[in-house]
């Protein structure tokens, strides 16, 4: 199983945008999440797609943030506008066999090892 490979983080100022990839090929009956770890605090969901197209997002990161799949490329991505200070965290990319699209952390078994995104105000 080829690991998960995240790309595409960053700084930027706040109000600005980043899109975040991940390599997700031996995936497509996982659902697929992107979830983040702020300093000093513990891990949380962002973004969510289930295997069927459905997704779910964190309160705070709606209308802002959007997950999507490319599966002829085999590619997830997360992207993110308006982004605000309080986003900047550590960004993984996880797989987990759950039925529908989660937020929550243990609901994923198979992690990449994260992307820093900096957002400065």
């Known amino acids: 199983q080829v690991p998960l490979v995240e790309s595409g983080g960053g700084s930027v100022q706040a109000g600005g945008s980043l899109r975040l990839s991940c390599e997700v090929s031996?995936?497509?009956?996982?659902?697929m999440g992107w979830l983040r770890r702020a300093p000093g605090k513990q891990l949380e969901g962002v973004a969510a797609?289930?295997?069927?197209?459905?997704?779910e997002y964190r309160d705070s990161v709606l209308g802002r943030f959007t997950i999507s799949k490319d599966s002829t490329k085999n590619i997830l991505y997360l992207q993110m506008d308006s982004l605000q200070p309080e986003d900047t965290a550590i960004y993984y990319c996880?797989?987990?066999?759950?039925?529908?699209?989660?937020?929550?952390?243990?609901?994923?078994?198979?992690w990449g090892r994260g992307t820093q995104v900096t957002v400065s105000s």
């Open positions: 996880a797989a987990g066999p759950a039925s529908r699209p989660s937020l929550l952390p243990y609901d994923y078994t198979d």
């Open positions: 031996g995936y497509a009956q996982y659902t």
């Open positions: 797609i289930g295997s069927d197209g459905s997704t």
